[in-house]
């Protein structure tokens, strides 16, 4: 019988903390404007990045199912904040990040559809998930039931360090999805490397430590996914 699984602790980061902490910045300033220390006008004029802090506090939320939602005030606190600086050139500016921003969630959405993560697997520890958009992220992951993962960077980038990892049933997968960004995933030596990704306009090089050949088993983990105009390396 297995140890039931810890349950994760809850984030104090969140969309509610974030909009606390922005009113009462908010009543700070004006206080401030009022003793004539500061302008309260040029200030405000930054508001939109409570909604951006918002997406992100979102976004950490793992498992609440708020993806997508948290890319959407990321998203609108950005368009917002442009909108704010633009001066008379909102259209020219904003049109094509308007058209980037919709094709990104397109495929955010078209990912999580074609993947088909269970969500009892998604929710799980020994799960590896990471989006990186614009940024990039880092995972050290140590469980020793490692199930596989899904991975996405879009003109960004991930480092992940399975180094301390060992694979449930001896074989797990990874799905990549890299567009204009790139990644890096370490292995322990010893294991074998199964590239099953398409590359277009871009590579998934495998520079791990193979060892010599021998007719032990060794840990296999399975690479699968699509990398366009970017790379991901694999190295021990």
């Known amino acids: ?32 404007d009022n003793l004539g220390l500061i302008e309260a006008h040029t200030i405000f004029k930054l508001w939109p990045l409570v909604l951006v802090a918002m997406g992100v506090a979102k976004l950490r939320q793992e498992g609440s199912g708020g993806g997508m939602g948290g ?43 074609s993947r088909g993560v269970p ?9 590896l998930q990471g989006t990186a958009i614009f940024g990039g992220f880092k995972r050290r992951v140590g469980t020793q039931a490692f199930k596989g993962g899904e991975l996405t960077a879009i003109f960004g980038g991930f480092e992940v360090d399975l180094h301390q990892a060992a694979l449930e049933s001896g074989q797990a997968r990874i799905d990549v999805f890299v567009l204009f960004g790139g990644g890096e995933i370490r292995v322990p030596d010893g294991w074998e490397i199964s590239n099953r990704a398409t590359a277009i306009a871009g590579a998934l090089n495998d520079s791990t430590h193979h060892g010599p050949n021998t007719a ?21």
């Open 1 to 32: 019988m297995t140890a039931p699984q810890e349950a994760k602790a809850p984030t104090p980061f969140s969309p509610k903390l974030v909009l606390g902490v922005a009113i009462i910045v908010a009543g700070l300033v004006l206080t401030l």
């Open 71 to 113: 890319w959407f005030l990321v998203l609108a606190g950005a368009f917002l904040l442009l909108f704010t600086f633009a001066r008379g050139h909102m259209a020219e500016a904003l049109t094509p990040m308007l058209v980037v921003a919709v094709g990104i969630l397109i495929v955010i959405k078209s990912l999580k559809q």
């Open 119 to 127: 969500p009892e697997l998604a929710r799980s520890d020994d799960f």
């Open 216 to 236: 032990e088993v060794r840990p296999r983990l399975v690479i699968t996914g699509l990398i366009l105009f970017g790379g991901t390396e694999v190295k021990s």
